[in-house]
């Protein structure tokens, strides 16, 4: 790891609005949030193998409203947004999201529904349920009304003592529900689609009385108060299927066409929002099919199409690298007061290519490429390029790099050439880097344990990559974290994922760090 001069604390404190009065209150340096007070209540989550609901839930990806009071969890494996007000330190609420209905909307729903056994387009309505299920989200507010976004990506749990994905066709279908049973449970129908075992007896005989998919394919919009405003449908994959047909639900390339038809189609997982001029844009990226999508949500109910960028070079062999940016896991986007460019950036970190890149944004919401950074050497699928965060004072990026568990720093100052200037050695605190976040100069790192179901921590950075203070610990395998936007707190969502057996389950948990306290821990 290279070598640099360590900033001063008083100055990253300063900047970070930090040095209240002597009338501010002091806060505890850590709270943890956790989801125990719902345990006694009958909530419409999906369930998993634990008795528990605190148990069971996975805090995901955190969102704050814009006037930093409140913070929304997503709870992806319980298909569920969690409510938390952040000054106390409680959940507040547990919005369960229910399901879309894909008779209704549409879907591709196999990978064997074409001549000889092999996939083709084939987006129909089907008596399916989907669980929205959604990985990242974020809020932004029209006319003084706050909205939740989420990207409806889906996750089953499958582990050794626990099993919750199943195809269509090794189920027994009520005959009541599915009168069809014999013609749905096809290869070229549903046979091959994978839904969710607990969902499916609802009446506890033995049999599917219903279908659920996992994830939705699709962007929702909903209200901070609760309650779905509007949903993309089946947008995203007539999108694809118009545009890049060659790697429709694919896994980037024409070599994969149709193989994720039978799982979760192009798996929206990525998601920011962006305000230009007087309007608002989501990006979302698509983790398999690859590319990102634009879409002004000005209007919450009527979510509009405005591009699909998307310049994988689909006859090239993936695992050669010179396919392109393939699986964006992380988006942030740079507004131009902030920007190294003068203009407002979209930065995409690619997990399977290993790829950071950077996208010039218009007024009017569209991309255009401006730089890429490819990691070298090139590693196919080892995650060297997963979450960013950006510092404007050094120009700065931060990214998390899955195949080292450490965190490359990259300079940013020429958008069309990003470079690497070096790397931060994580090991000692844990297994890896799951997640990063900056604000005022100080860089904030969630670091797993050796063992995910222990305790893991927050890595404090400047922007030279040199610790400011003792990491903080928090709750087990934390992942996505973000600062409020005052810089004075850290949320960081603690997934609490159980061991392989199932004979540990951590609780999930928001973990509520006072950065100012945290700091000043030398």
């Not at 974020?138 to 889906?154: C, D």
């Not at 949500?297 to 509009?304: D, F, I, R, T």
């Not at 965190?407 to 844990?430: E, F, K, T």
């Amino acid at each position: 790891m290279k070598k640099f001069a360590l900033l001063s604390l008083p100055l990253l404190v300063a900047s970070c609005g930090l040095l209240g009065g002597p009338e501010e209150k002091t806060r505890a340096l850590h709270t943890e949030a956790t989801l125990t007070r719902f345990d006694s209540q009958k909530l419409e989550t999906r369930a998993g193998k634990s008795a528990l609901f605190s148990k069971d839930a996975e805090p995901e990806y955190i969102t704050v409203s814009p006037d930093g009071k409140t913070a929304y969890v997503s709870l992806q494996e319980s298909n569920a947004l969690a409510v938390l007000d952040i000054a106390s330190g409680e959940f507040t609420a547990v919005r369960p999201l229910g399901f879309k209905d894909w008779s209704k909307s549409a879907l591709d729903a196999s990978d064997r529904d074409g001549a000889d056994k092999k996939g083709r387009i084939n987006i129909q309505a089907w008596p399916v349920l989907g669980a929205y299920m959604p990985d990242s989200i974020a809020s932004y507010s029209v006319n003084g009304q706050t909205y939740i976004l989420s990207a409806n990506e889906g996750d089953g749990r499958e582990y050794e003592g626990f099993g919750d994905e199943v195809r269509v066709k090794d189920l027994k279908l009520d005959s009541a529900a599915f009168p069809n049973a014999t013609e749905l449970q096809k290869d070229a129908a549903l046979g091959r689609l994978t839904v969710s075992r607990v969902d499916a007896d609802t009446d506890g005989d033995g049999d599917a009385d219903r279908l659920v998919t996992f994830g939705g394919r699709s962007l929702s919009v909903w209200k901070a108060a609760g309650g779905l405003v509007s949903d993309t449908g089946d947008l995203f994959e007539r999108t694809v299927a118009a545009q890049r047909p060659s790697t429709f639900n694919s896994e980037g390339t024409a070599e994969t066409f149709d193989t994720r038809s039978d799982n979760k189609g192009p798996e929206p997982e990525a998601l920011t929002v962006a305000q230009l001029g007087g309007r608002h844009f989501a990006y979302v990226g698509l983790e398999r099919t690859g590319g990102i999508m634009v879409l002004d949500v000005s209007n919450p109910a009527q979510p509009a199409l405005v591009q699909y960028f998307n310049d994988i070079d689909a006859s090239a062999v993936a695992k050669d690298g010179a396919a392109g940016d393939l699986a964006p896991e992380g988006l942030l986007f740079i507004p131009a007061a902030s920007s190294p460019s003068g203009q407002p950036l979209l930065v995409s970190s690619n997990e399977v290519s290993g790829s950071v890149s950077l996208y010039t944004v218009a007024s009017d919401g569209r991309l255009t490429r401006a730089g890429r950074y490819q990691a070298a050497p090139f590693q196919f699928e080892e995650g060297v390029a997963e979450i960013s965060a950006y510092d404007p004072a050094t120009k700065r990026l931060f990214t998390v790099n899955g195949a080292t568990g450490g965190l490359d720093m990259l300079d940013i100052s020429n958008v069309s050439a990003p470079r690497l200037v070096g790397s931060v050695d994580l090991s000692r605190y844990g297994s890896g880097a799951n997640s990063v976040a900056a604000y005022g100069g100080v860089v904030a790192v969630a670091v797993q344990a050796k063992t995910k179901t222990d305790a893991g921590s927050v890595v404090l950075l400047d922007a030279m990559g040199k610790e400011l203070a003792q990491p903080v610990q928090v709750g087990a395998l934390p992942d996505m974290l973000t600062f409020t936007p005052d810089g004075k707190t850290i949320l960081v969502a603690n997934e609490g994922e159980p061991n392989a057996d199932y004979s540990v389950d951590p609780a999930g948990s928001v973990s509520i760090i006072d950065v100012k306290q945290a700091l000043a821990r030398r």
